[in-house]
């Protein structure tokens, strides 16, 4: 099946651009410049990827990444923002965006961007619903992690992670008590690695924190090591 992204984009020479250049990695492309009417268009349709400006008409690209998120968490979102405001990047990332672009970017960082997530999405596409003597479990204590069907599990309740969020985890427990810088994680989970967007990996770390921490401002399980990165501390699941 053909992948389809969703760009919400209100400057029509930057969505032209996108789409030219998309197009190369032979994906359909639709193409939105309202904000509310993006918001629709996105809840009625299957995108693999969402390319989502912040400024837009009739409601913020904020906004929307809150609702598509609340609604399909899954959906893969990559937010657009001008190079200046910070605030708007850590804001997206905190309401769920995977990833965010900063304008003016190139061609060539869209495309690898893009194809990164493009190949998460084929992953999920990809699993499916085993019974349970086929599912790949990784049982942490309380936490088990389906790694098949991309579900979590801590004290039997499911937690609803982002793609994003499930795969960063599923890294972290994979290799418990190890170490893993901010440029790694971007690099293992993200797919690529561009000097500045290391605070994406902060903020993913503390949306894991507060769906699997008691306390997310004292995390036992997803640890910080001053001065090199994260880990993930299987001491931290009480049994």
Known sequence: MTDRILIVEDDLDIANLMRVNLLELG?????QTDGQLALTQALEND???????VMLPNMNGLDICRQVRDKRPMQIIIM???KN???DRVLGLELGADD????PFSVRELQARVRSQLRKVHVLQQSHVPSPQESESLCIGTLRIEQKNHQVFLAEQELV?????????QHLAN??????SRSHLLESVWGYHHS?????VNSHINRLRAKLEKNATSPKIVQTVWGVGYKFNPQGVSD
């Open 100 to 103: 965010y672009m900063t304008k």
């Open 47 to 53: 995108y693999s990827v969402i390319l989502l400006d």
């Open 175 to 180: 290799h418990p008590g190890q170490v893993f």
């Open 196 to 200: 500045g967007y290391e605070h994406t």
């Open 80 to 82: 657009l923002t001008s």
């Open 85 to 87: 405001s910070e605030t």
């Open 27 to 31: 994906v359909e492309i639709d193409h």
């Open 161 to 169: 992670l982002t793609a994003t969020e499930f795969e960063l985890l």
